[in-house]
């Protein structure tokens, strides 16, 4: 059997997610001597280090806070952004139909606040690339913070440079365009995508489908997918059970294709 | 610069795709030797070793068909299966929602023909592992057939026993089930889970959602989450752009909770 | 050729809708010497009496508003209310599945504030009725002046009375009961409807369609169908053409049957 | 009390459904003297007239019947067509939307297989009129059969003429384009259409909704608004409760307007 104590022991530099009692939710990366300030008190680092996942952590007023591992779509909805969300319901089928894997390359453009790039970065594994561009510094700064911050910036190379001048790339993997104008690079993508490799945009409005459609089918792109994923939430009462009053209504149409040719 | 020529040529013992002019799709795995009958001609494998991604294979009676490389949701799609379907769309959203990452451990039941356990294998990446428990041997065969066809089956451990005994494993990081009745294991997902984990599962009626959120608040789960995920596609034409006529209704619900205290 | 000047010539007792600039709306029934008091001034019935429907109807500030006819979902949406609102989506399709048309007797509990009697009213006709159960007297009266406001009061019979001991009506062409517990009437609705006759109800939760689908098949109810109608709308920008951020994502389950044998 | 007897005794010229024990539905109308060809034997008019709706009527062979009074929403399932179907979940929103009721003269184009053209004749009663044109000759003839059926076809006026020249009426309540380009007959529209009378379509390509709001914009409409309804059936099951596996994707967006100044 294998020693579970290995396993779960929180150390100095992991990534760890803290819930108040009233489900107040802090991400932070665990550093010796370091502080938590909260609305119920001050929480030590050092006493966090050390700990179980799932353990109690208590502030210097007696409050108790739930220690738990991060995972995706918390990270994700917790992006520092000054731009468009991207939702986990579009992320998790884009990543399934692009087929990132382990070891991959993965380009992508505009970086943005990084939320894509972040779930490029862990699809990747340690073993892969995303190489990612922006033409704002602002942006990219943003986003080498949000990617810094869960430890997966070695995973990235941020680009800041315009693509109109076309990619530095050859043969990478997939490549995914979370820009406005995809359908003005789709020659540009062809000759940094690998033959027969999976090209991906998310758009907001059908006008811009109908274009990148044209481009695309003018550009040598092949198997082209146009949908759109709408998520409905429950309140989760075992004897009310109904769907939530409101929703989001849309975030995109996404838009898949192969390079062939 | 990188050298593009080891990026993608395909070797023995790859897994590739081969489209035919009409769009029908093989999925196969190169063996020296091996031939491919199709309904336009055989395909020699050994043609189709050290060609690239992208190029065009000719079958004895002259047909070409392209070689890509095949992306998860084709994979998951193509499935040999005798059970209900999972989606891609629900796939990848569980994926993200659970956190599934390079070098977890994830606990599944049932296997089924094993296209949940396939994302989650190439989720995990070489350096995690999935272990899925299965009480009907001739499932488990056909899961482990199809997790072998693509060189996924070394991060798979197949346990064919009835998890009411409980699961064998401790602190794995997380785990879902997809059986009709999540309600009445509970108590076995939070002895194997560590603490804080993600918990999942997938119900087809919104009567089992009920029972499940009645067991999940019985056994000190937290941070409940139901959802339904609806995808619609659209005829991919420039000029008459509009969703398909019909779509799929319905999967199953999806019900996430955390594992605390 | 018709004469056209008896079809919109606005009258005193009419009821109609004034837009300002801003697109606020006004509804209100005409009364000789009547006033309407705006945030851009003051309006005088008399000035728009005589009128026709599209004109401008200048304020005493010298604002203009656009008088219009009243359609049945501004109506609806502008019903006063304190309670849950019916919307237009749904009340279409239940116009539609019960067949309410002319001349009708329909049977409704509750009345509420009166949109679902609304709809109901207008759809019978003059010559129709609309016979409506309610146990809160401030919510009856709160649904008269709704109806009186639209001159349809004559087509109603409100009833203060408790549904427990039945219905005073026989053989009435539909039935629809927008109450928590429709469960607990079928019988009462049986003995009040037409054979044959269509029902109809609406519920927020699955426990509740639950429980009347087990109670209809104890009823002897038969051609049960359960449904919902989800509305999206888009941005009517022509350049820019998608949905709205956000809908509602829930209103009710439908659930309609036939009285049979 | 009033009297039951005269309220539900079915009579020659009523149009009737009978449903078989397989669910098998006919609508019929009755004449004296007439017979019904079923795949279980012969039904007598005779046998039905007289009659209530709900009792059971017997073929010659001995198998029974449930007599119903038919609801709008069969009836227009029940239309025969050879052109695109309008849902009943779309003509509830439309009559609602566009305020369809007692005494209204509606305008409509093109009049198809007459479905649309039922549900208006329904709604305005007799008192009120269709205007419905076209210029296919057999399409003419299959809507006049349809209406004549119910009864409903001295409510319609058929008008066999291309819109293109015009519409010969005016002031009328409200108008309706069921065509494919309404954007190149807007001035048309607002010729017929009463000042600030509410107008709509349907189509099917967002292509077509982008072309229709540049045109409302150049023609002087206002308050237009864009949407879709999706409507999403359940299995009627009590401890089963679950939606259907399929479901109806599109049917068209649904654009209305007002005709201002």
Known sequence: MENPNNLYIV????????????NKTYFLK???????????????????????????????????????????SDLLLDTKRNTQIIYPKDIGYILIKLGIGNGHHVLEAGTGSGALTTAFAW????????????IRAEMQNLARKN??????????????QDIQSGFNEKYVDVCFLDIPNPYDYLSEVRSALMPGG????????????????TALHNSGFSYVEVCEIMMR????????????DRMVAHTGYLVFARSIG
């Open 11 to 22: 150390q100095s530099g992991d990534f760890v997610q803290l819930v108040s009692p009233s």
């Open 30 to 72: 665990l550093i010796e001597g370091g502080q938590l300030q909260t609305h119920r008190g001050v929480l030590s680092h050092d006493n966090i280090i050390g700990r179980q996942f799932g353990n109690s952590i208590k502030s210097h007023l007696g409050v108790e806070y739930i220690l738990l591992r991060p995972v995706l």
């Open 123 to 134: 699809a990747v594994g340690p073993s892969g690339k995303v190489t990612t561009y922006e």
């Open 147 to 160: 990617l810094a911050r869960l430890g997966l910036e070695d995973r990235v190379n941020f680009v800041l």
């Open 198 to 213: 999976p090209f991906g945009c998310i758009l907001p409005t059908t006008n811009q489908v109908t274009r990148v459609l």
């Open 233 to 244: 939430f429950y309140k989760p009462v075992w004897d009310r059970l109904r769907p939530t």
